[in-house]
């Protein structure tokens, strides 16, 4: 086998040209760096676990709340893998059947997974914060065939008609069980712990994913194994893990960036994942970071910016520690990437993708290319991206339209459509992302924001990341999201609503100084001429901004206010 660490390499000097790596990949070389073959046999177990089994390498440390602490290595994992996937074959669960874990970020939630694919299975991510409406629906978008909970969850199971799955309950202590449920520990405990791993083809399943329900119901996504390849690009290039970094993907693995990225891309190439079992708080993550000494960090801007919110004290015990973190999820705010450089003298780089994509646009951390401020970056080597207009026609530099995916010159992209829906989802060769972007001459994009986020104001485009990002770069903001409110004379106005700092009262002259302050630093069109001053702003479990939440409120008002 293969070093999986065979391609990194130390210092910033050492790095290799971005040009020459697009240039040069090789799909057929990236996936001949796997255990299996995408065409004669290939488990997901074995990618993430077996194939490490033998080093003695850790693969997993756990840290809950109250203290306590775990580490498992890759063998540990193999065995209760292989004994969960004894279960999974007493219990019926068959190659090709889907099994969820609606689990906190446990020891038993990786072994869910691991499990799950060593049986030949897909495996499901029920995020531990939905209500039973979202699980209900995901498992009936899934036809799942197993559940596996823990007793803080297991309610949420309850009424859930038109789906016959069977429900493995992770219990606290002597909690009972209800009638009809499996007993997790205890069932493993009866099965041995080997079991051959079912082989299947690069093209069959071992995720099924859904859309982050940013507009309209979620949609599943399914995801072959051929993503494998995807995966492990990104881990390499974008996020840059050596062999001697110490990891933590902030994110939840019941999200497709924790998922792809918290367990499936560190476990391929051999290295720790770490697991916080326990809400995001800013004491808890810098605590996390000295005690494991984290040098390579990922996660979300929702969390950047709280720890931006907590100020430079806190940060101090951890400054200068760490060597690279990556941002995913929604657009990184200029301010975020300055205060990271000053105050925890780490530089921050943003990365762009989709449930349905995985990460496509990176400043990579480990390819060597200019870094532009607030730009998404450039397409993972393996991806071809472009810029069209409503026509479908690529753009020219500089003028905005929808970033789309060129399939033909994409070997990495492994997305072909929505689970079990007949509208397709490419057309004319690309995939459309949905997202307006802006392409430079040296091929980086810019965000400008979702399709039906742009607004249109006196004939002007504006996209609302633009001003949210100057908003936020005051001192009393510490969150905007910015709409086009429906008016007659300018079609939409630009309107704001802030969430502010600890201690900062809202007034109406803060809100004229508000304005000011991007009308000084963004241009006289696209400045917020109305600001509401909020505790909170509408977002999905994962963190991503609902901007349709607050356009709707909008538009009902406006309508309501026709009527009188």
Known sequence: MADPFDTTTAGAEAQPDYGQAAAAFDFEAAAAALDGSLSD?????VECCDRHAGTGRVALYWEAQDGRSAQFTFAELQALAARFANLLASRGVKPGDVVAGLLPRTPELLVTILGTWRAGAVYQPLFTAFGPKAIEHRLKTSGARLVVTDTGNRAKLDGIEGVGFETAVVRGGDQPLREGDLDFRAELDRQPASFAPVMRRGDDLFLMMSTSGTTGLPKGVPVPLRALVSFSAYMREAVDLRAEDQFWNIADPGWAYGLYYAVTGPLMLGHATLFYDGPFTVQDTYRVIAKYGITNLAGAPTAYRLLIAAGPGPAAAVKGRMRV??????????????????????????????TETGMVVCNHHRLRHQVRLGAAGLPLPGYRVAILDDEGRERAPHQPGVLAIDIARSPLMWFTGYWRQDTPAIAGGYYRTGDVMEMDHDGSVAFVGRSDDVIT??????????????LIEHAAVVEAAV???????RTELVKAFVVLAKGVAPSEALAEELSHYVKQRLSAHAYPREIAFVAELPK???????????????????AEAGKG
């Open 41 to 45: 046999g290939i488990n997901a177990c």
């Open 325 to 354: 973190v990556s941002s995913a999820g929604e657009p990184l705010n200029p301010e975020v990437i300055r205060w990271f450089a000053e105050h925890l003298a780490v530089p921050i780089y943003d990365h762009y993708g989709q």
């Open 457 to 470: 104001s006196s004939g002007y485009r504006i996209g609302p990341f633009d001003v949210e990002s100057a």
């Open 483 to 489: 709409i086009g409110k429906p008016d007659p004379e």
């Open 540 to 558: 999905t479990p994962s963190g991503k901004l609902q901007r349709f939440i607050l356009r709707n409120q909008e538009i009902a008002k406006a």
